[in-house]
């Protein structure tokens, strides 16, 4: 339990302003899609490199008519020797078929751009993981750069997401907005490119930026925690805290 509370600290779960709209839940259930590669630059690249190929995809992606896809590049600020990596990139689509498609769409015809991809940060790992809200953030000026945290999280033994952990993050995202916080609350699940996962769930929280979350770390009522979460319900490992910069943002379906 003390790993859980280390982790609610933080605050709120996938995203802040543009990436909340890209996770926004219709009226049924229905969970959005979230692609993640991990990524390390070759010898003699860095960042700069990654702007200008990030810029030339944007515009492939312009070219091919894509416009529900939203992404980011995820660099780790908090973060130990365990995430060996420089950087993640995240994709999201507010539906399985539109992650499909997206898929689809770049390997018949994403290949010369994939190749540029490599030569810069070649990545060894791709996942799908399906993404539903908690706490929304609020609307922000400028939703192009923010904080996200992700924890592992394991579910107590006789216990169901459903009827026993997600009400307590419904609870616990109540709890954060009545005390001011910004941040938005998701729960992403694995569903391809895992397999042995020592967790359940990942838990998700997003600040606009790390005053945000320190506020929320101040904030913070261990006494509310433990009413909210008792023993036994949640096991979690403390978070790894990620500055996303935006590479593309799907478009307003109000537009």
């Known amino acids: 339990m003390n790993r859980l509370l280390l982790t609610l600290v933080t605050g709120g779960f996938v995203f802040a ?8 839940q219709d009226d049924d ?29 944007s515009k492939w992606a312009d070219d091919q008519g894509l416009t529900d896809y939203s992404a980011w590049t995820l660099t780790p600020f908090y ?6 990596f420089d950087y993640l990139w995240m994709g999201v689509t507010a539906t399985g078929k539109g992650m499909g498609e997206v898929q689809d769409m770049w390997i018949a015809k994403g290949g010369k ?10 990545c060894d790992s791709h ?15 400028d939703p192009s750069r923010f904080i996200i945290d992700f924890s592992d999280c394991s579910i107590g033994e006789g216990k169901r997401f459903s009827t026993d952990v997600a009400p307590a993050l419904t609870a616990w995202g109540e709890f954060l907005a009545g005390h001011g916080s910004t ?52 096991e979690c490992d403390s978070s790894r805290s990620y500055i996303a910069t935006n590479r593309r943002m799907a478009e307003d379906d109000d537009e």
């Not at 700069?48 to 995809?57: E, F, H, N, Q, R």
């Not at 929320?216 to 979460?229: G, V, W």
């Open 113 to 122: 751009l994939g190749d540029e991809f490599d030569s810069i940060s070649p």
């Open 29 to 57: 259930d229905s969970a959005a899609a979230v692609e993640f590669y991990t990524c390390s630059y070759a010898d003699g690249k860095g960042p700069a490199d990654l702007d200008k190929v990030s810029a030339k995809w």
């Open 183 to 234: 941040a938005g609350m998701w729960a992403l699940f694995p569903v391809y490119g895992g397999g042995g996962e020592e967790f359940d769930f990942k838990y998700v929280v997003v600040h606009g930026n790390y005053s945000e979350q320190g506020a929320d770390f101040d904030n913070y009522d261990p006494a509310k925690a433990r009413e909210i979460f008792p023993d036994g319900l949640l």
């Open 17 to 24: 302003g543009g990436l909340s709209a890209a996770v926004a």
């Open 79 to 84: 973060a130990s020797p365990e995430q060996a």
């Open 127 to 141: 996942a799908m993981l399906a993404a539903v809200e908690f706490k929304a953030p609020p609307e922000r000026e």
